[in-house]
């Protein structure tokens, strides 16, 4: 079954640091793969996201992301991280077949920025 | 904003009540997604339809069920509610010619 792991449950990162946060997928075929972003008490939003072709995706806010094949992963960069950058962020695959797509995501990682 | 609505924004009701949930997808979108998110269990995929129809089930109770109408809105039905169906509830719709999902605010749902 599809899965996604994100092993860090909480990372701690100076503001205008540089920020990798680590996504690990089980997927047979070419994975759909995801990150969203949730604020506290809000949705989720889309950050980025990789169906096929350029292994490094550009997303909003100043996300990067790189798909790695070899190595199943699939992690979420920024060069300089803001404190309104404090989030959770979910990575996520999607499962099933044509017409059903759900979303399986990983435990999320809790982004803390220090002054 | 994503374009998704979801009302109510909270919702407080006690042990054995019957809530429903509803959720409007962005314009265009025929396919909707319902996902539980709690503490315990993380986000997970309650059910999905499109265009009307049931399309896949995920972890759901059966004393959940939903439908989407003709205009597209869905509505998720909560019933003989638990203490443990305390969570927030999302709704999320997806283009038809893409596999991304835009998720709405959410519903906090707390059983008293």
């Known amino acids: 079954a599809q899965s996604v792991t994100q092993p860090d449950i909480h990372i701690t990162v100076s503001e205008g640091a540089s920020l990798e946060l680590r996504c690990n997928y089980s997927?047979?075929?070419?994975?759909?793969l995801f990150w969203y972003v949730q604020s506290p008490g809000q949705g989720l939003q889309l950050l980025l996201k990789?169906?096929?072709?350029?292994?490094l995706v550009q997303g909003i806010k100043g996300f990067e992301a790189e798909f790695k094949r070899s190595q199943s992963s699939f992690n979420l960069r920024k060069p300089s991280v803001h404190w309104s950058d404090a989030a959770e962020y979910f990575c996520a695959v999607v499962a099933g077949d044509t017409g059903f797509q759900k979303l399986v995501f990983g435990t999320g990682t809790r982004l803390l920025v220090s002054p | 904003d994503s374009g998704v609505t979801q009302t109510p924004k909270h919702l407080i009701t006690a042990t054995g009540q019957r809530v429903t949930l509803r959720c409007s997808p962005r314009?265009?979108?025929?396919?909707v997604y319902w996902y539980q998110q709690s503490l315990d269990q993380g986000l997970q995929f309650l059910i999905q339809y499109y265009n009307g129809e049931e399309r896949a089930k995920g972890n759901i109770l059966e004393r959940f069920s939903a439908q989407q109408f003709p205009d597209l809105h869905s509505e998720l039905n909560l019933s003989s509610l638990e203490l443990g169906d305390s969570a927030l509830y999302f709704c999320a719709s997806s283009p038809q010619t893409g596999y991304e999902q835009y998720f709405g605010p959410g519903t906090r749902l707390t059983v008293t």
């Open positions: 314009s265009g979108d025929l396919s």
């Open positions: 997927y047979g075929a070419t994975p759909y």
């Open positions: 990789y169906f096929s072709g350029d292994t």
